[in-house]
């Protein structure tokens, strides 16, 4: 059966960094990009970041271009997020997805449960 487990969300001050990851038990794991989408509180979900299965180009959203990074273990089929200079607006739960490039929401074949990240001021 197919899971995408997240780790590493929590509460942070404003300007600091989490590490999310994102462990992909999924059967022909090379055919899919994984990425990260998260809902604030009230918000729908909105698409943070992509990967391809062997790197490549990642997507960001604007709103976290120059702050967030995207990578992947291909050996360990886990996917990082490292969040660095966390705004309030980041606060949400993120969501781990595994999908076919360029990993749209539509598009979107396996969810994981999410990841809570608290931002505060």
């Known amino acids: 059966q197919a899971q995408l487990v997240e780790s590493g969300g929590g509460l942070v001050q404003t300007g600091g960094s989490l590490n999310l990851s994102c462990v992909a038990s999924?059967?022909?794991?090379?055919?899919?990009?994984l990425g990260w989408f998260r809902r604030a509180p009230g918000k729908e979900r909105n698409f943070v970041a992509a990967?391809?299965?062997?790197?490549?180009?990642?997507r960001y959203a604007d709103s976290v271009k120059g702050r967030f990074t995207i990578s992947r273990d291909t050996a360990k089929n886990t996917a990082y997020l490292q969040m660095n200079n966390l705004k309030s607006d980041d606060t949400a739960t993120y969501y781990c997805a595994a999908g076919p490039y360029p990993l749209r929401q539509i598009d979107v074949t396996y969810w994981g449960k999410g990841t809570l990240v608290t931002v505060s001021s």
């Open positions: 990967i391809g299965w062997s790197g490549g180009t990642p």
């Open positions: 999924v059967r022909h794991a090379r055919a899919y990009s």
